[in-house]
């Protein structure tokens, strides 16, 4: 036998091969590298070179034009310069024309309807909502997005210190089918100029039927009845912070709309008088929101509870006045009431327990601020309101035990406090 041969077991070469060592109890000789050296420092891991990396084209085109179709146009733009294969496929998607139904555009309103108008080509007649925030205005910047989105339906410009009634005019005027409008953040908007702009619209009213002039503090009571007077199907309108809104201009509402809902919330103008006037909208009002209205009270809560008997959300929160006469009548009155907000009143106990019994249906209740409440009431509203959803107790003197009233009976609730012995 020659010398390089092995001569027995172990021999190879006339060296011998120490055995290896039995395996420890529990672990397994073929157990994964990667598990035997967790937590034994870095230097035991193997060396494995850098991860591979590794092209994922699994997905098909037509998935990845499923999954970019829900995409606005304006992220599709960017995304279209990450690689050759979605830019091919941008091309066909913008080619749809349902790609162009909303448009998010940035900068002066004038270029960014160039640019819009320029990128949507054949397909500009299918773009029905435009949204611009904190772009300058002017008037021919609103002439042109008129003249090139004459289909438009929804538009929102938000956020822009030069939009004003001369700037929103071609848009009332020349969009025919016109009915979403939120202008929330322009300060300068009013309409004390629609006065010529309505013998423009004398043989045509414009569809119109939500405006949200949110934080647009120039708004008049002038401005609002001429508002009114020009958008007669008007159904949402929301005032909030239109600090020189009153009860003169509120009370024009129901002579020309029919609104399903109304936020007039920290307009401290509008007292009992204006809801006086407002009861006559009827059982058309679903939701209404005079928070921080801080002369109003039980009066104007009862007369407008007796007549809009269909309302779902009522926001009262910061409305000192209100106690517990108020909370009775829109207890008893609107018994479909779905949300609540009464922070900062003076509800007691005993309303909170009306409350309750009468609307079992109740799914959210702010009750923030309130030092007048305690444990009897909150579990009249966790036992009778089974269905509620959710509850902000902050800094109120309830105890653990109307906490855990409402986690016992209202499952699904999520609870807003104050306290940290809450568990």
């Known amino acids: 036998m020659s010398s390089g041969s092995c001569s027995g077991p172990g021999m190879c070469g006339g060296a011998r091969r120490r055995p290896p060592p039995p395996p420890e109890p529990g672990i397994s000789l073929a157990a994964d590298l990667s598990e035997l050296s967790l937590d034994q420092g870095y230097h035991t891991l193997a060396d494995c070179g850098p991860p591979r990396r590794r092209r994922d084209n699994t997905l098909s085109d037509a998935l990845w034009l499923k999954i970019l179709s829900h995409l606005e146009v304006s992220d599709l733009c960017r995304m279209s310069r990450v690689c050759r294969r979605w830019a091919r496929l941008i091309t066909r998607l913008t080619a749809r024309p349902e790609v162009w139904r909303r448009v998010r555009a940035a900068g002066p309103l004038e270029i960014a309807v160039r640019c819009a108008g320029a990128r949507a080509g054949p397909c500009v007649s299918a773009v029905r909502e435009w949204r611009s925030k904190n772009c300058a205005v002017t008037i021919a910047g609103a002439q042109l997005l008129a003249a090139t989105f004459r289909n438009l339906t929804h538009l929102a410009v938000t956020g822009s210190t030069s939009m004003d009634a001369r700037s929103l005019a071609p848009i009332i005027t020349d969009l025919v089918d016109l009915r979403h409008i939120d202008l ?24 119109v039927e939500y405006i949200d002039l949110t934080d647009c503090g120039l708004v008049t009571d002038a401005g609002l009845c001429a508002l009114l007077h020009t958008c007669p199907s008007l159904q949402y309108l929301y005032l909030r912070r239109c600090t020189l809104v009153t009860d003169a201009g509120v009370r024009w ?100 327990q009306i409350l309750a019994r009468c609307c079992p249906n109740l799914k959210k209740l702010a009750l923030r601020g309130c030092e007048l409440i305690g444990d009897d009431g909150l579990e009249a509203v966790a036992y009778y309101c089974r269905g509620l959803t959710q509850l902000n107790i902050q800094d109120t003197p309830v105890t653990l035990r109307g906490y855990r009233a409402v986690k016992k009976y209202c499952k699904r609730c999520v609870i807003e406090h104050t306290n940290p012995g809450f568990c």
């Open 184 to 207: 929330t953040g322009c300060p300068n908007v009013d309409w004390p100029e629609w006065a010529w702009l309505e013998t423009r619209l004398s043989t045509r009213k414009p569809p």
């Open 253 to 352: 509402i129901p002579s020309y709309c029919a609104l399903k809902e109304l936020s007039v919330s920290d307009c401290t103008g509008v007292t009992d008088f204006g809801l006086y006037e407002l009861a006559k909208l009827g059982p058309a009002l679903r939701y209404l929101s005079v928070a921080k209205c801080t002369q109003v009270s039980d009066s104007g809560i009862r007369t407008l509870a007796r007549r809009c008997y269909k309302l779902r959300y009522l926001n009262a929160r910061g409305c000192g006045a209100l106690g517990d006469d108020g909370v009775e009548a829109v207890a008893r009155g609107c018994s479909r009431l779905r949300a609540l907000d009464l922070g900062a009143t003076d509800v007691s106990e005993a309303g909170l």
